[in-house]
């Protein structure tokens, strides 16, 4: 109640109408003949007119991020509508919970840059060593909820999350930056652009380096192990492992109608969140080297209506072990016992290591055309080829067998490679994809648009799909526009899903098919005047053929099969109201409710109601402060599960920023303003959870910046 | 020979001379971003206009232009951008070649463009996208005519003419706010598919609650709303301009080009000196509003049009 009062003070003080004219901007008073501020950033180039998909869809600019005084993309993805960010065991690896689907992993969601993904075939996710992203280089980041198969192909599922880097046109002035804070987080950065002649180029580099979080783990899967096994090694309770050193680079360069985009995504000391084994180690670090290259020319004079593109890109992604990954401390009997709960083995000396490395290749190249010489049509067609391969595997561990000599490894013999054996977790092996897809945008009548898709892949490992996609959008009215929105979508399986060998408990199945969902989206638009847009839309999805680790008839393994079905519908609701010039409140509300249809039980995890609530205010002197709400409300708990619901939470982050000069800016921001105790469910396992008391996040923090641009 | 040769050293000398004496100043704030950049654009248009040596001055807010612009040489053409720069200079009625840009008012003695667009700019805009259109209606302040729009047909105080682009301009006169939304109410029961109704930058009496009125009107007996101000655009108004800095940059670096070939000014001489409407713009088309209109954008039409902004 205390929070509420404090926030409802603030608004009252923000809905003052007195302030003064802000300094820089009284030489500004021509902006009417540009249209807003807005239109000024457009019309010199700083940022493009945004035309949003016919979908239901989200775009938070540069200007936003830096009002929210975030420094890594999750912090910006909590403001859109339906969507939930939460956490993984390993790595406390982001899960985007889109609308009540989740699963292991979060592979149902498509993450691109520059529209290029950057899904890995390992497990289908980002990266198992993803360490965050952060967002200087960011020009905007478009997110689409629903499926967008029909376009994008693959894993374009439960919603698509676009990251647009700045172009060369956008960064008109050097800048660099520091920003320090709790946590030990210290993040350095330096944009740079220019031009010579028709050559445009810029680049971004960024380090942050972090502890990541005071949160602590009161027990872990070690915890039950020394309970039921008598040995009291666990370093529960103990700090979540969320430490990070990132380098993040982008260049871009722009000649004519060609351009060239190169990236890096250098990921050191990366923390192992709670564990893979979901045993703290505090030791455990992971690294990851991520390299991609995009080529790009656009032509739009060869053919009179028609604009051509070609784009080849490739991405060069690891993920590695700095020193040896414990999955159990020293000590540790290990998870190897027998149905009475004797182990095995003695202790481990130096723990149960595993040291599992893959380095992935992935190779695209595309061709789009567009065609606007039909009346009444734009006409898009596009083919193209991707070929992906984990090229190499690695493996040392101190259990399992030894391929050499065909015996159990033993506590306290050293390490063994396994790689290149038959002995390892996962085989070496690529996929090729071949695609082609059309699409025509239809003028049926003067405020009838008709959007019809339709989307064919090949797969060299799981056969064929097509997925299509319609959407209607009426204007009905100077104020009121509706869509009826329709798609379908795959979801690849993963190499984990399909060729994990050696595990002792799951296996995977090269026959698996992809997972498919059907969406059904009606959504409003209605502006019933110029300081308020208010937004809703209504879902309906059925997810099927998910893959799950089912029990085989041995009952000692699990192997994967398409065997689940999900159900969802909900609504999300989302309004802007600009009170006053110096004054922006900007909130959503979005509920789903998801079953579980193989159990006939609610789907566990995602928050069935969230509420995102953001004030975003201009005092006199060019002050600007933005506080945000979030409210993550009523998670389910797995099926079997029988710990109590986990508590709803609400977390506070406030932001102050001050443009001293035309080149100093300053920073403040406050995560988790009043230290809320949030956590994120961790999972269910037998005969407990390891991981009992769910997975904290961190509590306050604060960071300040400065800015310099020249 | 040797008379060439002296010949050819003068001719140099003097161009030297000539040269180093029409500098042109450009003197403008220092804003933030991203309003610096329209000054910027603005500038390096200049700069290419005039094609010879120019000094740019950049002043914060708390420096004065005029102790600056009092110390050049009045050979020198001074380049002042924004209002508040703008105001500072021309209230000291100096004899400087003074030319003022990137401004919303009217300012006397000086040269300049202003940022209000030219009705010939907007209409040649309004008959490619809407040849059907026969009469376009402005509300403006009693006493407005034809011609200052800039319509090339005098200063006649006729409430109709025959504009440029084949159709007719009728100004509807207001005084104020109140009688502009009477008028305005009148007049939506007239207008039809032939009718086009323009909001001027200023002076059309226009606020929120009178735009929102209008445009739903508009949508409803589907007349044509364009504006001078494209925030309108983003409302709901077919379309508007807004200036293409670059270029204005360089129509005023041209001006000051041809001022400063001008004959040096002397003591107390009398020289014309006014304000020139933009003509200088893009273009920007809402793409809703114009789907509404049933206004097929072929590509052709595209190219001509600069910025559109996306359907919802």
Sequence with gaps: MTKLYAVFVLLSLACNPTFAENSLNSDVDFAGFYGDEDYVSIATGTTQPIAKAPAVASVITASQISAMGARDIDQVLESVPGLHISRDVIGYNAQYLFRGISSDFNPQVLMLINGIPITNLFQGDRNVVWGGMPVESISRIEVIRGPGSALYGADAFAGVINIVTKTADEVKRNSAGVRVGSFDTTDVWFTGAGEKGELGYMGTIEFTKTDGSDAVISGDAQSLLDLITGT????????????????????????????????????????????????????????????????????????????????????????????????????????????????????????????????????????????????????????????????????????????????????????????????????????????????????????????????????SDFGLTTNPRLALVWSTSYKLTTKLLYGEAFRAPSFAQTRAINNPLILGNINLKPEEIKSYELAFDYRPNYELTLMTNFFYYDWTDIIQFKSDTNNSTRTAQNSGEQTGYGMEFEATWQATDNFTLTGNFAMQNSTDETQDVPAAKSPEKQLYLRADWVFPKDWRVNVRANWVMDRNRLSGDMRPDIDDYIVFDLSLRNVMSNTFEFALTVNNLFDEDAREPSPNSDPRPFIFNDLPLSGRALLGEIRYSF | MRALFVALAALIFCRSVTAAAVELVIVYPQVREPFARVFEEIVRGAEDGYGQKVQRVALAENQSPVDFVHVLDRQSPVLVLGNRLARQVSKQNLQHKVIVGAVNGEFNGVYGISLTPSFESISSKLRFLVPSVRKVHVIAKPGTTAGDFDLGVGNSPVQESEGLHGFSLIIH????????????????????????????????????????????????????????????????????????????????????????DDQPFSEGQEIVREMQLLSDVFVTLNERTSNHLGINLTDDMREHIDLVLPAR
Excluded: C
């Excluded at chain 2, 379309?239 to 080009?257: D, E, T």
């Design chain 2, 173 to 260: 006169e207001a005084e104020d706010i109140r009688t502009a939304a009477t008028v305005y109410r009148n007049l939506m029961q007239t207008l039809d598919k032939d009718d086009a109704l323009w909001i001027l930058p200023r002076g059309s009496f226009v606020n929120n609650a009178m735009l929102s009125i209008l445009l739903q009107e508009s949508w409803e007996k589907r007349f044509v709303v364009f504006s001078s101000n494209p925030v309108h655009v983003k409302r709901g108004a077919l379309f508007s301009v807004y200036p293409n800095n670059y270029k204005m940059g360089l129509s005023l670096g041209h001006l000051a080009q041809t001022i400063a």
């Design chain 1, 232 to 459: 009291a090694v666990s370093n529960a309770p103990g700090s979540v492992n969320r430490s990070a050193e990132n380098i993040e680079l982008r260049l871009e360069a722009s000649y004519k109608k060609l351009r060239l985009r190169a990236g890096s995504q250098i990921r050191n000391n990366i923390g192992d969140g709670a564990g893979a084994a979901q045993a703290l180690n505090p030791g455990n670090k992971f690294s990851s080297q991520r390299f991609n290259v995009d080529l790009t020319y656009t032509d739009e004079d060869i053919f009179d209506n028609t604009l051509i593109e070609f784009q080849t890109s490739y991405f060069d992604t690891s993920q590695e072990v700095e020193g040896n990954f414990i999955l159990y401390p020293a000590g540790s009997t290990g998870p190897f016992l027998d149905p009475f709960g004797v182990p095995f083995f003695p202790p481990f000396p130096d723990g149960v290591i595993g040291n599992p490395e893959i380095f992935e290749r992935h190779t695209r190249f595309g061709m789009r055309l567009e065609h606007s010489g039909i009346s009444k049509h734009r006409i898009s067609a596009g083919a193209g080829y991707y070929d992906g391969e984990i090229d190499k595997i690695t493996e040392w561990k101190n259990f399992g067998i030894n391929p050499d000599t065909m015996f159990p490894i033993l506590p306290g013999d050293p390490l063994v490679d396994v790689s290149d054996t038959p002995f390892v977790f996962l085989t070496e092996d690529s996929r090729d994809n071949k695609y082609v897809f059309l699409q025509d945008v239809w003028q049926l009548a003067n405020d009838w648009e008709l959007t019809a898709g339709l989307r064919h892949d090949s797969y």
